[in-house]
Nanobody, 125 residues
């Protein structure tokens, strides 16, 4: 059974926007965990984009991306969103939702317990 399901990716031209969604299983307690978005482009390491944590939804961002990426959540619908603006060809990657940080930095992949299958974002020049 899938516990995290991403959607919203697609093929867009540079300068466009997308909103990615991650639907989380009912068992996650958003008030106690961190959830995050990562991406991995061809030939590159997996990169942490943003995380949202705890009862207040504190957010954390990769410094180089924070001007164009916004993470948010809907606790009632159990959805974590990633809004992307001003898409660039270098944003082309598979985007993954991660949940339930167990250890380490919020923007490092190794500490997250659960992962979705990802949604592909492809940006054309």
């Amino acid at each position: 059974q899938e516990r995290l399901v991403e959607s919203g990716g697609g093929q867009v031209q540079a300068g466009g926007s997308l909103r990615l969604s991650c639907v989380a299983a009912v068992g996650y307690d958003f008030s106690r965990i961190c959830m995050a978005w990562f991406r991995q482009a061809a030939g590159k390491e997996r990169e942490g984009i943003a995380a949202i944590c705890g009862p207040n939804g504190n957010t954390f961002y990769h410094d180089s991306l924070k001007d164009r990426f916004t993470i948010s959540r809907d606790r009632t619908q159990r959805i974590i969103y990633l809004q992307i603006r001003g898409l660039k060809p270098e944003d082309t990657a598979k985007y993954y939702c991660a949940a339930d940080l167990q250890a380490g930095s919020v923007l490092e992949s190794v500490g997250y317990r659960d992962w979705g299958q990802g949604t592909q974002v492809t940006v054309s020049s």
